[in-house]
């Protein structure tokens, strides 16, 4: 069956620049997960959904980073006013619920020049 | 010190050699253990849950220790597709949250 679909793979942007990074994760799974990873770094958890709500903020950065997720599907990761560090490999994450193995989607490279 | 630590290596083996990694936790409270496997440039993928009597997945068998607080995770008769990086992953409940902790991970290189 389908896994976790991540869009765009690559997104090249301009520092200041606003973007918008797609989760669309494996149907059925109400937990779903943001994680960036820098190069050489280690998984940084950002926010954990519950179907819609976000019980677990503590990872995002800064309040430039927002995060929802409509009808238990498909979440969106937005953050504004990009700075080059925030380039890293935005990971998401699905599971059938908080207890079972994450399966992970391909990343999107994220580049702020 | 760190929730999750483990040795970032690189570990370099021959093929066809038993390897062996440790993770250490600080949190005694912490309820569940994974490793999962990060091939480079790629998304990590799940290797295997530890459970606390040990087991074991062919050539891979994974470990937990409580009273020392750390798990490990042996391979026998290395393969060179075992080259990758492997992570630790510690779930803590806290309340009505569920935190899991990653490991930044231990990169394994196995050579011909």
């Known amino acids: 069956g389908a896994g976790v679909s991540q869009s765009p793979s690559n997104k090249v942007t301009e520092k200041g620049k606003d973007v918008e990074l797609r989760c669309d994760p494996i149907?059925?799974?109400?937990?779903l997960y943001w994680y960036r990873q820098s190069l050489g770094q280690g998984l940084e958890f950002l926010i954990y959904f519950q179907g819609n709500s976000a019980p677990d903020k503590s990872g995002l950065p800064s309040d430039r980073f927002s995060a929802e997720r409509t009808g238990g599907s498909v979440s969106t990761l937005t953050i504004q006013r990009t700075q080059q560090e925030d380039s890293a490999v935005y990971l998401c994450?699905?599971?059938?619920?908080?207890?079972?193995?994450?399966?992970f989607g391909p990343g999107t490279r994220l580049t702020v020049l | 010190r760190k929730e999750v630590e483990q040795d970032p290596g690189p570990f370099n083996v021959p093929e066809g050699a038993t390897v062996a990694f440790n993770c250490t936790y600080s949190n005694s409270a912490s309820q569940s253990f994974f490793w999962y496997r990060q091939d480079c440039r790629k998304e990590p993928k799940l290797l295997m849950s530890?459970?606390?009597?040990?087991n074991e997945d062919g050539r891979f068998t994974a470990q937990l220790n409580r009273a020392s607080q750390y798990i490990s995770l042996l391979i026998r008769d290395s393969k060179l597709s075992d080259s990758a990086t492997y992570l630790c992953?510690?779930?803590?409940?806290?309340?009505?949250?569920?935190?899991?902790?990653w490991g930044l991970g231990t990169s394994l290189a196995v050579n011909p």
């Open positions: 994450a699905s599971s059938l619920n908080r207890d079972n193995e994450q399966f």
């Open positions: 149907s059925g799974h109400t937990a």
């Open positions: 530890v459970y606390s009597s040990g």
């Open positions: 992953v510690v779930r803590l409940d806290a309340g009505n949250n569920r935190k899991l902790i």
